[in-house]
């Protein structure tokens, strides 16, 4: 299970590294609709970078979705030598995107967004805007997540088991 949250890690670090260095990089509204709402229409006129700049940017999202997906191979993979059952590897999968989500919601969302202002520093005409400072409850659609995790992971398992990947 070690081997679990060390891949679940070092795909959070892959995560917020390209969140960084993307970010900036690519079109406003890509990056904005993750934000919240009034940010949103604040940041509207935001001018957007050279396509150049885009086409990197977009590089390095599916550079992480393919690592993503790696990642869940390689986890799949090490259940079904280890042994592991469709029960096992479903806590895998579980362990695995529960330590993701966690630290996009720690991480992720209250310190580099809520805490260091990250993105208020790339849209700056956003700075005074309420959206900042909420640090409520995450929102439905992020619970709705947290709730139906669990059931994409027995999917998964089942895919594992089945196929035998």
């Known amino acids: 299970m070690l081997k679990v949250v060390l891949v679940a890690l070092g795909l959070?670090?892959?995560?917020?590294?390209?969140?960084?260095?993307?970010?900036?990089?690519?079109?406003?509204?890509?990056?904005?609709?993750?934000?919240?709402?009034?940010?949103?229409?604040?940041?509207?006129?935001?001018?957007?970078?050279?396509?150049?700049?885009?086409?990197?940017?977009?590089?390095?999202?599916?550079?992480?979705?393919?690592?993503?997906?790696?990642?869940?191979?390689?986890?799949?993979?090490?259940?079904?030598?280890?042994?592991?059952?469709?029960?096992?590897?479903?806590?895998?999968?579980?362990?695995?995107?529960?330590?993701?989500?966690?630290?996009?919601i720690i991480v992720q969302d209250q310190w580099l967004v809520m805490t260091v202002g990250y993105f208020k520093r790339l849209y700056p005409e956003t700075a005074e805007c309420a959206g900042w400072l909420d640090r409520g409850v995450t929102p439905r659609q992020e619970r709705v997540r947290i709730v139906v995790s669990p059931f994409l992971c027995m999917l998964t398992a089942g895919l594992f088991v089945i196929f035998g990947m």
């Open 12 to 104: 959070c670090l892959l995560e917020i590294s390209v969140i960084v260095v993307a970010s900036p990089l690519a079109k406003p509204a890509l990056v904005l609709r993750f934000l919240p709402e009034d940010v949103r229409l604040a940041a509207q006129g935001h001018p957007e970078p050279p396509l150049w700049k885009q086409l990197i940017a977009h590089a390095l999202l599916a550079g992480f979705l393919v690592a993503m997906l790696a990642g869940m191979l390689y986890v799949g993979r090490e259940g079904l030598r280890d042994g592991c059952g469709f029960w096992g590897l479903t806590l895998r999968f579980i362990v695995l995107l529960y330590v993701m989500k966690a630290f996009d």
